[in-house]
């Protein structure tokens, strides 16, 4: 059984230190005005961990508006393989842009960047017989405009009239790894090889320990400096949030702070509301305590979720995400709040009234 035990410990050990791979792709690094293309984002993996891709929604950069996100995952014999595909539409012309690199941040909190790239826009002129075609293939794969151009329409008449068309409201992808298979190896050769990392790991985790709970002895001593709440948790929370727009960070640049704050708010009051401790667990403990209790609805659980994982994201891997996910950020924390405050006594009662005569009936 020992053995056992350590084999287990010495594999989860080598994974540890693999680093995972990113490839990054267009299907056409040169293309037409108004036409679709693909950027390619894959990560490949050799160890059991969950991957936080950016919230892709809205524009991919500016005039680059987002119509689909694709994401896959396969397994090989080594590796794991996540992969997220994000087809976006052309909105310029007759210029060479650059896609950034994008943050995807890892379970440890580690981040991996995927590849800046390089695509070549055409000039195009587009027939206004063809914008009648738009909304009829604006789901397909195929380009948009096929017709040669009769009469020019300007780009700023373009988009005057469609930019509507492309709004996005994926969810950020998550993906869970599936625990991978040992390979055959005796213990002894393995020992051999890889003993002086495990016991190396042993020790890192024992001083680890040890230090954790040094430090909790002296944060229990020194007692936890918790803002003292008067009323109900719905109320401090939604005043919470309004004192936090009030500031303007997100105007004033500040994303960093903005998001650190709504998380610590919206944290907080899920912890008074259902007396859970939450303020001193990572995202991925909060996410596994949530889910494994259902206190939250599942369209309540997944909001939660994204605002979290935005948080991470902008504090851990210098994410800036664009005003449109800010605002689906800001109104998914008064939904949460709305729809978790417990009723009022009239409203109580008049729900248990109704489901008595429903009963009699």
């Known amino acids: ?34 036409q679709k293309n693909t950027i390619h984002i894959k990560v490949i993996l050799k160890k059991k961990q969950e991957v936080y891709f950016p919230p892709f929604r809205g524009e991919l950069i500016k005039n680059l508006p987002i119509t689909k996100v694709k994401n896959d995952t ?16 052309t909105l310029l012309q007759d210029t060479t842009i650059t896609i950034p690199a994008y943050p995807i941040l890892l379970a ?3 981040t991996i960047y995927s590849d800046s790239l390089k695509l070549k826009i055409n ?34 008449a373009f988009w005057k009239k469609y930019k509507k068309i492309y709004k996005n409201s994926e969810k950020p992808l998550i993906f869970k790894i599936k625990d991978i298979l040992s390979p055959k190896c005796s213990f002894k050769e393995f020992w051999a090889r890889h003993g002086l990392w495990i016991l190396l790991l042993l020790v890192l985790i024992l001083a680890f320990l040890i230090i954790r709970n040094i430090y909790k002895k002296y944060k229990n001593q020194n007692g936890k400096q918790i803002q003292k709440i008067n009323v109900p948790p719905y109320v401090w929370a939604e005043k919470e949030l309004k004192k936090l727009l009030d ?6 640049g500040q994303t960093k702070e903005f998001y650190f704050h709504l998380s610590r708010i919206i944290r907080q009051y899920i ?26 609805t599942d369209e309540l659980f997944e909001k939660l979720k994204t605002i979290l994982i935005t948080s991470d994201l902008v504090k851990f891997a210098k994410y800036q995400p664009n005003a449109q996910t800010n605002n689906t950020n800001i109104n998914f ?16 009662q008049n729900n248990q009234k109704n489901n008595e005569q429903i009963n009699q009936k």
């Not at 500031?247 to 004033?252: A, D, I, N, P, S």
């Not at 912890?271 to 909060?286: K, P, V």
């Not at 924390?333 to 109580?348: G, L, S, V, W």
């Open 271 to 296: 912890e008074l509301r259902y007396n859970i401790d939450l303020l001193e667990h990572t995202t991925s403990e909060i996410i596994e305590t949530l889910q494994s209790s259902h206190l939250l």
């Open 108 to 110: 440890n909190r580690d």
């Open 247 to 252: 500031k303007q960070l997100l105007e004033k």
């Open 123 to 156: 000039p195009y002129k587009i027939d206004k017989n063809t914008l009648t075609n738009l909304e009829k293939n604006i789901n397909s794969d195929t380009p948009i405009f096929k017709v040669k151009p009769d009469t020019p329409i300007t780009f700023n």
């Open 333 to 348: 924390a008064f939904d949460i709040i709305k729809n978790t405050k417990p009723q009022e006594p009239a409203e109580a």
């Open 1 to 34: 059984m020992k053995k056992i035990f350590t084999i287990i410990i010495a594999f989860w050990s080598l994974n540890a230190f693999a680093q995972p791979k990113i490839e990054t792709y267009l299907d056409k690094n040169i293309i037409n005005f108004a």
């Open 74 to 89: 396969t397994e090989t014999k080594n590796n794991y393989i996540i992969q997220t595909n994000i087809t976006f539409l």
